[in-house]
């Protein structure tokens, strides 16, 4: 949600999918409430809003998206790539022919891709 991280996230994605438009699904600290696990109710929205940008606006890829200086989730970037890895996983379950990447901000707001563990 953090505004600092959207126009280069936004620009790394449109490159990344050949996109003209991205979709945006905000929560502060995405990756950690998809890896914890825990609030189902949050967990579903973030479901639904996907399945929108899939079904309705033909989106071929999930992002889950972690970045430096973090609000909604102060780890440091390696506990946060383990966030990440696991919400990709989460998320690989709902949406099987959907790919689904992982990306790091850093301080310097560059989006780098992180390589899957599987």
Request: proline share 3%.
């Amino acid at each position: 949600m953090d505004g600092r991280v959207q126009f280069p996230v936004i620009s790394f994605l449109q490159k990344r999918f050949t996109a003209d438009y991205v979709d945006t699904i905000t929560e502060a600290g995405p990756n950690l409430i998809l890896s914890d696990d825990v609030n189902t109710v949050l967990i579903q929205s973030i479901i639904n809003r996907l399945n929108i940008s899939i079904e309705k606006h033909k989106s071929v890829g999930i992002a889950i998206v972690g970045h430096h200086d973090c609000a909604g989730n102060p780890s440091q970037k390696t506990m946060q790539i383990k966030h990440i890895h696991k919400s990709i996983q989460a998320l690989q379950k709902e949406f099987v022919n959907v790919e689904t990447i992982g990306l790091w901000v850093d301080k310097d707001w560059q989006v780098l891709e992180i390589i899957n563990e599987n």
